[in-house]
């Protein structure tokens, strides 16, 4: 796994990453080796928040809820806003970062799983297609807090 970032995580984001041993299991079991999760997310405001990773051995995506930032894959950069997922699929090099002025607030996935690319053709994702402008969406919100949940119970 690449891993999440070391941004210095404020009071009120988390950062969960799933124990080496439910992962065993996750990939093993027949019903979650599918698509399951590796690492999760919320980095309120976050200012200075900034990654680039040449090497990405993980399956991501983040979901910006609030403020703004940018992304760059390859030669094409996406100017990210609320509403905006990033999709990032394993082995894409890439660089993202939340504005100084008007700093992201988002949620972010790492996952795996043997339907990877199902999911992302399922999102729209493609060599040339790294954000998809969902909007505000309260149920997708919802679904992100529940699996950040997960991590803090």
């Given at each position: 796994?690449?891993?999440?970032s070391?941004?210095?995580?404020?009071?009120?984001?988390?950062?969960?990453?799933?124990?080496?041993?439910?992962?065993?299991?996750?990939q093993?079991?027949?019903?979650?080796?599918?698509?399951?999760?590796?690492?999760?997310?919320y980095?309120?405001?976050?200012?200075?928040?900034?990654?680039?990773?040449?090497?990405?051995?993980?399956?991501?995506?983040?979901?910006?809820?609030?403020?703004?930032g940018?992304?760059?894959?390859g030669?094409?950069?996406?100017?990210?806003?609320?509403?905006?997922?990033?999709?990032?699929?394993?082995?894409?090099?890439?660089?993202?970062g939340?504005?100084?002025?008007?700093?992201?607030?988002?949620?972010?996935?790492?996952?795996?799983?043997?339907?990877?690319?199902?999911?992302?053709?399922?999102?729209?994702?493609?060599?040339?297609?790294?954000?998809?402008?969902?909007?505000?969406?309260?149920?997708?919100?919802?679904?992100?807090?529940?699996?950040?949940?997960?991590?803090?119970?």
């Amino acid at each position: 796994m690449s891993g999440p970032s070391d941004w210095p995580l404020p009071d009120d984001g988390i950062r969960f990453i799933v124990p080496q041993y439910l992962l065993d299991r996750l990939q093993k079991n027949v019903l979650t080796q599918g698509l399951y999760m590796r690492a999760v997310g919320y980095y309120p405001k976050a200012a200075g928040h900034r990654v680039d990773r040449v090497r990405h051995a993980d399956d991501l995506f983040l979901y910006c809820v609030g403020g703004e930032g940018y992304l760059k894959v390859g030669d094409a950069d996406y100017p990210v806003v609320a509403g905006d997922l990033i999709m990032l699929p394993q082995g894409d090099a890439h660089a993202y970062g939340s504005s100084e002025e008007r700093p992201w607030t988002m949620y972010w996935v790492h996952f795996a799983g043997t339907d990877a690319t199902a999911f992302w053709r399922y999102l729209g994702c493609t060599e040339d297609e790294h954000v998809a402008r969902l909007g505000t969406n309260a149920r997708l919100t919802a679904a992100l807090e529940s699996l950040v949940q997960v991590g803090t119970s």
